[in-house]
């Protein structure tokens, strides 16, 4: 039995599709309904936690071949203890709200950098799931992918087949569980699309989703700030009439504080306005 990969069901193509929609809705002055859907489905979530896995594609490279199998292998083992039934389900929810906002086509035919490093670490979790015997060969080609990937080096087939031997009967216990922990601690997204503080402040959103009352310090903060910041700007501005509209949007920047909660309305709007005073800096 070979696993056939679908993007459709691949959260780590899913996730960069949706960060990658939220800029483009911004750039384009639309709605940037994925926002509330990463909200929904990775905050605190099963999906979220296989995401982190995923994850690790982007932040780990240059490791030794030794580290890097120890890597792998503990992704594999840690994806088995993730909820089957509930993926599917939020997978398929997810996909069907994707659908109602966008055409899920144009929203799917975007390329990704680690596309193919995705596609093997999808490949490793179906088989590590089923009870099926799969093609050794389609093991150890995907084994070699994210190998190649972590270690920058070029992996011999024979070495692959090799870690398959010993994935089991080398695999310490109390390195497993220690690895399991960082896995499921650590979210350290990257994205190649918004610049650093836009990136912090995604983060924290989905981080604090269910407390308010920290995401809500962290957002009246970072308003205030700006605000600040975009004032000291536009007295740099030499022409007047820019200067009387950055004043008027400045002015407009709302009062946060004021509320009770932070609404993804609020998230969108800080994510312009650090674009703003990026663009300024160019003026």
Known sequence: MRIKHSKFKNTGIIY????????????????????SLIQKYFANTELGKEYKLYEFIANNKTL????????????VETSKKLNRKQLRKLKY??????????????????TLDNYKQYAALYTLF??????????????????????????QEKISKE??????????????????????????????????????????????????????????EFVVARYNELKKQISEQIKLVDNAV??????EVNSLIPEVCQ?????????????????????????
């Open 242 to 247: 820019l200067k009387i509209k950055l004043e």
């Open 126 to 151: 179906e088989a590590a799931a089923t009870q099926e015997i799969i093609h050794p060969n389609q093991i150890v080609d995907n084994k070699i992918t994210l190998l190649e990937h972590f270690t």
């Open 159 to 216: 070495k692959a087949q090799q870690s398959i031997i010993r994935e089991y009967s080398e695999f310490e216990p109390d390195l497993k569980a220690l690895a399991y922990k960082i896995l499921l601690e650590k979210f350290n997204s990257k994205y190649n699309e918004f610049n650093h503080e836009q990136k912090s402040v995604l983060k924290e959103y989905i981080n604090n989703v269910s407390n308010t009352e920290n995401l809500k």
């Open 16 to 35: 960069e599709l949706l960060v990658r929609q939220i800029t483009s809705d911004i750039l384009n002055k639309k709605e940037p309904k994925t926002l």
């Open 64 to 75: 030794t071949e030794g580290k890097a199998e120890s890597l792998l292998n503990t992704l």
């Open 93 to 110: 929810n997810l996909i069907s709200e994707i659908k109602a906002h966008y055409n899920v086509d144009d929203f799917f035919k975007a």
């Open 259 to 283: 509320k009770r909660t932070v609404t993804d309305t609020d998230i969108v709007s800080l994510l312009q306005l650090i674009e703003l005073k990026e663009e300024l800096k160019n003026v």
